[in-house]
């Protein structure tokens, strides 16, 4: 798919923003990882580089407690980034939710696991290790914001 944007913008004479191409390349390939195809279903790529790209802001932005401490004792800044954080968590727990019950609607239709990804090995160890569904979304937002990250 990138390459097919390269060629076509080669092709054309136009330029590439191969900043946006490069990671939209790596968020996707880290989103086939741990869902499978599951994330090309109704545009849910874009939620998941939506939700990647604000978590990352969250996780690594800048910081103005920290340089401003009076800033902290009226707690504005905190109320704000707290609301912030619970909407992305919110949307990452139902979006992920739909990847656990589109894998276990398969799961049940098809015996077969041939083309079996991160979400299936979870739910094949989820009796042996005790797995409940929060653990599960847990390990695939962080690796699907590691994976992201790391191939970038």
Same mark, same amino acid.
């Given at each position: 798919?990138?390459?097919?944007?390269?060629?076509?913008?080669?092709?054309?004479?136009?330029?590439?923003?191969?900043?946006?191409?490069?990671?939209?390349?790596?968020?996707?390939?880290?989103?086939?990882? =741990? %869902?499978?195809?599951?994330?090309?279903? /109704?545009?849910?790529?874009?939620? !998941?580089?939506?939700?990647?790209?604000?978590?990352? &802001?969250?996780?690594?932005?800048?910081?103005?407690?920290?340089?401003?401490?009076?800033?902290?004792?009226?707690?504005?800044?905190?109320?704000?980034?707290?609301?912030?954080?619970?909407?992305?968590?919110?949307?990452?727990?139902?979006?992920?939710?739909?990847?656990?019950?589109?894998? =276990? %609607?398969?799961?049940?239709?098809?015996? /077969?696991?041939?083309?079996?990804? !991160?979400?299936?090995?979870?739910?094949?160890?989820? &009796?042996?290790?005790?797995?409940?569904?929060?653990?599960?979304?847990?390990?695939?937002?962080?690796?699907?914001?590691?994976?992201?990250?790391?191939?970038?």
């Amino acid at each position: 798919m990138a390459m097919a944007k390269i060629n076509e913008a080669a092709t054309a004479g136009s330029t590439v923003d191969m900043s946006e191409l490069l990671n939209s390349f790596s968020n996707d390939m880290a989103c086939r990882i =741990v %869902s499978g195809k599951f994330f090309l279903k /109704d545009g849910r790529s874009k939620l !998941f580089r939506e939700l990647i790209n604000d978590s990352s &802001r969250l996780l690594g932005g800048f910081n103005m407690e920290e340089y401003f401490p009076a800033l902290g004792r009226v707690g504005v800044l905190k109320r704000a980034v707290c609301a912030k954080a619970e909407r992305v968590r919110n949307r990452w727990a139902d979006l992920l939710d739909k990847v656990i019950d589109d894998r =276990v %609607s398969k799961r049940k239709s098809v015996s /077969d696991h041939k083309d079996g990804d !991160f979400v299936d090995i979870l739910l094949s160890l989820q &009796r042996e290790y005790d797995l409940t569904r929060e653990h599960m979304k847990a390990l695939l937002t962080v690796s699907t914001d590691y994976l992201s990250n790391y191939i970038a």
